[in-house]
């Protein structure tokens, strides 16, 4: 079982990233999945999650309308697509796949994941 986050890097203030997160080894689709990140010194927060099917989606408020999150089960990946990144969205950036099918209450606590992939940085240049 693995989850392989990927595409992070540095971009200026104002730029565009799009995360990817690649699931190995389970049925992407009997999971909801979240985007956490934790900046140094921070703990880790919500960034965003999508329900298993892709038709409920959470976002923090610092992020929404900003960020979107997608997902292709066909793929096994759901996507971050973030936009008009700002200096305080740097952080390394999570993703986790909670067991739950169909709708979703809200982004849950990390506490509540079952998986983590290994993190992606992301480094926005003011």
């Known amino acids: 079982v693995q989850l392989q986050a990927s595409g992070g890097g540095l971009v200026q203030a104002g730029g565009s990233l799009r995360l990817s997160c690649v699931a190995s080894g389970f049925r992407l689709h009997d999971y909801a999945i979240g985007w956490f990140r934790q900046a140094p010194g921070k703990e880790r927060e919500g960034v965003s999650c999508i329900s298993s099917g892709g038709g409920t989606t959470y976002y923090s408020k610092s992020v929404k309308g900003r960020f979107t999150i997608s997902r292709d089960n066909a793929k096994n990946t759901v996507y971050l697509q973030m936009n008009s990144l700002k200096p305080e969205d740097t952080a390394v950036y999570y993703c986790?796949?909670?067991?739950?099918?169909?709708?979703?209450?809200?982004?849950?606590?990390?506490?509540?994941?079952?998986?983590w992939g290994q993190g992606t940085e992301v480094t926005v240049s003011s």
């Open positions: 986790g796949a909670i067991q739950i099918r169909g709708y979703i209450s809200s982004m849950y606590e990390a506490s509540e994941y079952d998986y």
